[in-house]
């Protein structure tokens, strides 16, 4: 018999059909359809969110809780910066540095703000804008002989 898409079929025993509750007392499954008898889980919409534990005091709630839980509101407002490090600035033989042309070079996103890291030297002396400077790489970029010029955020409007 030839193996192609027509004659595919799931392995014999691997499927089973689905058991239709409800359907008559000859079924083995009529009548209270597996549910059981009166209660809670016997109702329809009448189940248990997850990790209740019967009215006992949940684990989640029992165990102590340990370290620093940063809010969803606190992250979102947290500012993000594309990192960059100095041996990457050098290796683009360039001497004046913007995340403008960084993002032309695609190596970092349009529109992402700029931290440059002190990992690396400078051969030459190069100026760099950037959002945000780390101590070390500042030091580095002046002992080249570079400027390292902080781009000033636009200030955030209270509406």
Do not use: C, W
Request: glycine share 16%; proline share 5%.
């Amino acid at each position: 018999m030839a193996l192609d898409l027509s004659t595919l079929r799931p392995a014999p025993g691997s499927k089973r059909r689905r058991v239709r509750v409800g359907r008559g007392i000859g079924s083995g499954s009529g009548k209270t359809a597996g549910r059981g008898h009166k209660g809670k889980g016997s109702r329809s919409g009448g189940n248990t969110p997850p990790g209740y534990e019967g009215g006992q005091m949940p684990l989640k709630r029992r165990v102590p809780k340990r370290g620093f839980r940063r809010l969803q509101k606190t992250q979102a407002r947290r500012e993000e910066f594309a990192v960059v490090n100095l041996k990457r600035l050098a290796a683009l033989g360039l001497d004046t540095i913007d995340p403008a042309v960084l993002a032309e070079r695609g190596v970092i996103g349009a529109g992402d703000k700029l931290k440059v890291l002190g990992d690396g030297e400078l051969g030459a002396r190069l100026t760099v804008r950037a959002h945000a400077f780390s101590a070390s790489a500042r030091e580095k970029i002046a002992a080249a002989g570079g400027i390292a010029e902080l781009i000033e955020a636009a200030p955030k409007l209270n509406a």
